[in-house]
């Protein structure tokens, strides 16, 4: 017997909000009790962010207006949305709700950046934002990304990744680089001691942190992690570079830098 289904509906959805989205979705189906339940403004209410609202207001996204709380949920999975001018990009973890950011190429601290003998600025068709960053010519290959941690879902683990492809004829680009720090706890030279070696194009080889494809056609490559406690460690900064080995480098495509729970 379905017991489920003979409680009240309001139960049952205050059941489901202690679980998590995951839970919900499998629960739906396996119990008629729980299908009505799982549709409920107040499961998918508790599964969103308490600021979501305020996040969405930032953007031009009219998703408040017509969706119920279950659409919007699912659409902040699967359709990231800009804010705070094009500059960041928000949407949600879909097993467990957290929230993710991509940080713009165009907010990225570049090294030479603004010098168009090194870097291109263009749109790209399969790119979030505006613009990314093409990399002409550099030796010295240094970028930044922060974010301010009492954005990012608490108590959580993040991962923070370089998002990128390559260009045709890339060069120059086999290791770099990369650690993630909290700016106001850990100086940037002892966070560089610690610093990970990355490879933005070898496939094969050496056991250096390598670079994935994604499901949205770009690739990405591990840059740190850090674990947010409480929200309040301040701005967290994720750095790439390559200026020990001042050799030519050219053919890289940023399009930002996602913090992205684990």
Known sequence: MDYFGLLAEGIVSEILSFTSPEDTARLSVSSRGFNSAAESDVVWEKFLPSDYQHIISKSNSLLLGSLSKKEVYFSLC??????????????LHKKTGKKCFMVSARELVISWGEA????EWSSHPDSRFPEVAKLRFVCWLDMRGKIETR???K?????VYLVFKLADGFYGLETAN????????ESNNDAEEQAIVVSLSRR??????????RV???????????????????????????????????GLIVQGME????
């Open 155 to 159: 108590k959580t683990k993040y991962v």
């Open 78 to 91: 699967d359709s990231p949305i800009l804010t705070d001018g094009g500059k960041l990009s928000f949407s």
């Open 204 to 213: 094969e080889g050496p056991s250096e942190k390598r670079s994935k494809r």
């Open 151 to 153: 954005m990012l879902s």
């Open 116 to 119: 168009p003998y090194y870097w």
């Open 216 to 250: 949205d056609g770009w690739m990405e490559i591990e840059m740190g992690n850090f674990f947010n406690d409480a929200g309040e460690d301040g701005d967290v900064e994720a750095r790439l570079m390559e200026i020990r080995r001042l050799f030519a480098k050219g």
């Open 178 to 185: 990369a650690f993630v720090r909290f700016v106001d706890c």
């Open 259 to 262: 913090f992205r729970p684990e």
